[in-house]
């Protein structure tokens, strides 16, 4: 073997060594910032661990039951690490988060302009079971002036998943719940029962919805669906991933199974960002900047594109139906990990002869 010039041979020594430093400086950024995103969670967990704001839903009467004391957060970070603090293990009902997944799944399939053309893409301003914004929507502004995050939509969107049968229909819903989540999602059967024996105005909207032409057929079946969709049971783990699959190009960035195509994306994002938290919707995106979804059942997501997937669970809502504790938490530690993506820094200046 030829013996390397000694001065090569130092080259490379020097430049290994580099490499290592370089690599080790690496190692530490990257150790900090998820101490940055831990001491985040951890400061939001226990600045609002005990306060009592809000109520817990209690139109379905199994929501009421649940205990107002959980509290849970979850962060997954670019690496698929995840950072909780609290309860993040107890299954609340996923409620209207639900909506958002069904509303990629007939994207996914049917194309960004399939909701735009059948329920609209607007925010609708008015409560999330509106029957009024039908009649406003229909009458007044022409038809599809709606969107699949608030319940007409949402059981529009649910009549909207193909299928031959109700079960074909139901295994492409949970199925696509699951993939997003990276694990298999259940409904919680005592919810779905409590919500299916009081869902009445769920049933006049989805009737409502087939008179004026958004649901071609068999309305009741998409509000029973919709009812059990809204029942699945998930933690503020589950519902951390399903947000960060949705930061990261909808990939789960654990298991790695691609959920919905990455160009579907900002489509699912843009409706989060316009009608996500209701009519409560503005004001959140004012603060944050941040797309998200929220439940009665307790949980919010929020997104970060490209930075993570946030979720918090905490029972007591608000007078929109948003949970209190998890838009505190979500706003601080956004805030922190300075996740806002309308976050942007002057340039430096130049003259226009540089
Ligand atoms: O249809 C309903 O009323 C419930 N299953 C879901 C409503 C909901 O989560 C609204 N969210 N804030």
């Given at each position: 073997m030829t013996q390397e010039p000694r001065r090569l041979r130092r080259i490379t020594v020097v430049a290994a060594g580099t490499t290592i430093?370089?690599?080790?400086?690496?190692?530490?950024?990257?150790?900090?910032?998820?101490?940055?995103?831990?001491?985040?969670?951890?400061?939001?967990?226990?600045?609002?661990?005990?306060?009592?704001?809000?109520?817990?839903?209690?139109?379905?009467p199994a929501l009421a039951k649940v205990d107002p004391k959980l509290f849970g957060i979850a962060i997954v970070t670019p690496d698929g690490k995840v950072h909780t603090a609290g309860d993040v293990g107890t299954e609340v009902s996923i409620q209207s988060i639900s909506k958002v997944f069904t509303m990629a799944r007939v994207i996914q399939d049917q194309g960004p302009d399939s909701i735009v053309k059948r329920i609209g893409v607007d925010a609708t301003g008015m409560r999330f079971n509106s029957i009024i914004s039908v009649e406003v929507a229909k009458k007044e502004l022409g038809g599809a002036e709606l969107n699949p995050l608030v319940n007409p939509g949402a059981i529009t969107a649910t009549s909207m998943v193909q299928g031959n049968n109700a079960d074909e229909i139901w295994n492409k819903i949970i199925g696509t719940y699951s993939d997003f989540a990276g694990r298999r999602l259940q409904v919680m059967q005592d919810v779905y029962k409590s919500e299916s024996d009081t869902n009445q105005r769920n049933q006049a909207i989805g009737m409502l919805m087939h008179a004026y032409g958004y649901i071609k057929e068999n309305p009741a079946q998409a509000t029973d669906l919709y009812t059990r969709q809204c029942s699945v049971g998930v933690n503020a783990k589950d519902l951390a991933m399903m947000a960060a699959t949705l930061a990261f190009?909808?990939?789960?960035?654990?298991?790695?199974?691609?959920?919905?195509?990455?160009?579907?994306?900002?489509?699912?994002?843009?409706?989060?960002?316009?009608?996500?938290?209701?009519?409560?919707?503005?004001?959140?995106?004012y603060f944050t900047g941040l797309p998200a979804k929220s439940g009665v059942g307790g949980g919010i997501i929020a997104v970060s594109p490209g930075n993570f997937g946030i979720a918090v669970v905490s029972p007591p809502l608000d007078d929109a139906g948003n949970s209190v504790r998890a838009q505190k938490a979500i706003t601080d530690i956004n805030n922190t990990l300075g996740g806002n993506p309308y976050i942007s820094k002057p340039r430096a200046t130049m003259t226009h002869n540089d």
């Open positions: 430093l370089g690599l080790s400086a690496l190692f530490l950024s990257a150790q900090s910032a998820q101490s940055n995103v831990d001491a985040a969670v951890k400061a939001a967990f226990a600045k609002y661990q005990n306060l009592q704001e809000g109520k817990n839903a209690d139109y379905i190009g909808g990939r789960n960035p654990v298991t790695g199974k691609q959920a919905i195509s990455p160009e579907n994306v900002p489509h699912v994002l843009a409706v989060m960002a316009t009608a996500g938290l209701y009519d409560d919707s503005g004001k959140w995106l």
